[in-house]
């Protein structure tokens, strides 16, 4: 069995629609076919959520009607008989009504959730009966019945695969399962979902959770690049990466994939092949564990990071220290990217800043504290043996015009991770692209 999942771009007109139909059954064997809401769905109803939440319904239901006014446009192009046309507007009056329904009533955040979860459940409905239409032999598998996570928003890989068996056995006779990603259920049964970004995550739960044969994700650009494509002008697909490469360049910023989606088809060695719906005679790029050779490879960058430096004399021929500062992030259950130590500081960056007053209050028990927000983790990834010379050289004379606030280099052979302020960023990103790629 393949997994196989299809982007926001990838379904976003119904030419597309169509055209992944098509495209995933001329694919050999089963499949599981995971879909995105159409591009633009979920920021929408994010706006939505949003203007209900601020109680400003007036907005809300303006912004419902464009959508729905999207959404009419969509089936009638995707349908070809009037008896198909007719289902499609079934389905769509059916989800607006709720939306109506759901801006009319009380709004909280359970609310929300559920409301962002109904781009993927339109999209897989629509195709679906796309697939009906011409008589491809599909089901409907509702990711609400197995997708879980639970109490820290973790995914249950276990329970996930304990659940899918029996289901899949169930449909054993069709040969494409299409289900949706993203959404999910958490610990109290709400529905939920895997954040931004999360049908890609799926995918790999997904592909892990029943040892599929491949992963491949399906989206707007032909792999993974060597640079932010978004930020760098001149940029050139990677042939392969190792699972620990992919994994760091996602969870940097390379916003091709979810950030934890390796994490899964790592565990049990799961190959994950990126491809471009656009172009599908492009080769794109593979993850496996094999890798291939190269210096350097690509270069990832992450926005909205914090510095916290702690400054205390009692670190000086101490041990414990690192300990209880590291305790005060674990008590707060807040990440920690980047650290680097001198013999009286230590310096960490994390992501997210939910509880950082707190942090930086008991963090005062150990020392000074400085903060610096605003900055950028630039992760460079690639073959970089510590006994190799010349890497850093290569990396500090590429950004010799940039200030650089941290390094971290030698934590593992495939990875340097630099912070810079933020306004420094779209500089490094292209100085790196000359220095490193010659591009
Ligand atoms: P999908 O809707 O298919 O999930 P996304 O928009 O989430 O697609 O991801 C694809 C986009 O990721 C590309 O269009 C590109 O702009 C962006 N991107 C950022 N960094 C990279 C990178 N290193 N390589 C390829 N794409 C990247
Ligand atoms: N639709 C969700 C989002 O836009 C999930 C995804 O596309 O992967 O974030
Ligand atoms: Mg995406």
């Not at 056995?169 to 999360?198: P, V």
């Not at 491809?275 to 993850?287: R, V, W, Y």
Request: proline share 3%.
């Amino acid at each position: 069995m393949q997994v196989v999942k299809f982007g926001g771009t990838s379904v976003g007109k119904p030419e597309r629609m169509k055209k992944i139909a098509t495209l995933v059954t001329g694919m050999p064997g089963k499949k599981v076919v995971v879909l995105s809401a159409l591009s633009g769905t979920t920021n929408s109803l994010v706006r939505i959520g949003d203007f209900l939440l601020a109680n400003r319904p007036a907005q809300a239901t303006a912004e419902i009607a464009s959508l729905e006014k999207h959404y009419a446009g969509f089936i009638d192009e995707l349908y070809e008989s009037e008896a198909y046309k007719a289902i499609g507007q079934e389905i769509v009056s059916r989800y607006f009504s709720l939306f109506k329904l759901m801006a009319a009533g009380k709004f909280d955040d359970r609310g929300y959730r559920e409301l962002l979860a109904q781009g993927e459940l339109i999209s897989t409905e629509l195709f679906f009966h796309h697939c009906q239409e011409r008589k491809i032999n599909a089901r409907l598998l509702p990711a609400l019945h197995f997708m879980s996570i639970d109490e820290n928003h973790e995914p249950e890989l276990e329970k996930i695969s304990e659940r899918l068996q029996p289901i899949l056995e169930t449909m054993a006779s069709a040969d494409l399962l299409i289900t949706q990603g993203y959404i999910c259920r958490n610990h109290k049964n709400e529905i939920d979902n895997l954040k931004r970004g999360g049908s890609d995550y799926t995918a790999s739960l997904i592909g892990a959770a029943i040892r599929a044969k491949e992963i491949q994700i399906w989206t707007d650009i032909d792999g993974m690049h060597n640079n932010d494509p978004r930020i760098v002008k001149k940029t050139v697909p990677i042939a392969e990466l190792t699972f620990e490469e992919a994994s760091e360049l996602a969870y940097f910023g390379a916003k091709i994939l979810h950030p934890s989606t390796i994490v899964p088809a790592q565990k049990y060695g799961v190959p994950v092949l990126l491809k471009n719906t656009m172009d599908e005679k492009a080769q794109g790029t593979l993850i496996s564990e094999r890798g291939s050779r190269g210096q350097f490879k690509a270069v990832a960058a992450k926005d909205g990071i914090t510095a916290i430096k702690i400054k205390s004399s009692r670190m000086l021929l101490a041990y414990g220290f690192l300990r209880q500062v590291f305790d005060v992030f674990e008590k707060y259950k807040t990440p920690i990217d980047m650290i680097s130590t001198s013999e009286v500081a230590v310096s960490v960056t994390i992501d997210e800043n939910k509880f950082l007053n707190e942090i930086i209050l008991e963090l005062k028990n150990y020392g000074s504290i400085d903060v610096d927000q605003n900055q950028t983790i630039i992760c460079i990834v690639g073959n970089m043996l510590a006994e190799k010379e010349g890497v850093l050289r290569d990396v500090f004379q590429a950004l010799a015009s940039v200030p650089i606030r941290m390094v971290s280099y030698g934590g593992s052979n495939n990875n340097i991770s630099l912070l810079v302020e933020t306004s420094h960023k779209e500089k490094a990103l292209n100085l790196l692209n000359e220095g490193l790629f010659g591009l």
